[in-house]
């Protein structure tokens, strides 16, 4: 995942901002994910309205926000095994 840039706008931003006030300057700024990429914009707006405190806050909603094209390939692990009553997908030997 590359942040373009983003990350730095957000750290030298003045705190406390809101979500609106981050869309507002940086909403157009995308961020590059391994299948595809979003704007800023929409990934803060799944949070929903927030006041954000620091730059670290701000930081940790952008990455909690992206969507599953952010994480490469789904439900792939090597080393965690399913929790009870967890399918998973089907295994594929290649």
Same mark, same amino acid.
């Given at each position: 995942?590359?942040?373009? =840039?983003?990350?730095?706008?957000?750290?030298?931003? &003045?705190?406390?901002?809101?979500?609106?006030?981050? @869309?507002?300057?940086?909403?157009?700024?995308?961020?590059?994910?391994? !299948? %595809?990429? &979003?704007?800023?914009? &929409?990934?803060? &707006?799944? /949070? %929903?309205?927030?006041?954000?405190?620091?730059?670290?806050?701000?930081? !940790?909603? @952008?990455?909690? =926000?992206? =969507?599953?094209? /952010?994480? $490469?390939?789904?439900?792939?692990?090597?080393?965690? @095994?399913?929790?009870? $009553?967890?399918? $998973?997908?089907?295994? @594929?030997?290649?």
């Amino acid at each position: 995942m590359r942040l373009n =840039g983003t990350g730095d706008l957000i750290d030298a931003h &003045e705190y406390p901002a809101t979500t609106e006030e981050l @869309v507002e300057q940086y909403g157009e700024r995308t961020i590059e994910l391994p !299948n %595809g990429s &979003e704007t800023l914009a &929409e990934v803060l &707006e799944r /949070a %929903g309205s927030e006041t954000y405190t620091c730059a670290d806050d701000a930081r !940790n909603a @952008v990455f909690c =926000g992206l =969507g599953h094209e /952010a994480i $490469g390939r789904r439900y792939y692990s090597d080393r965690d @095994v399913y929790t009870l $009553g967890e399918d $998973g997908p089907q295994q @594929v030997s290649f």
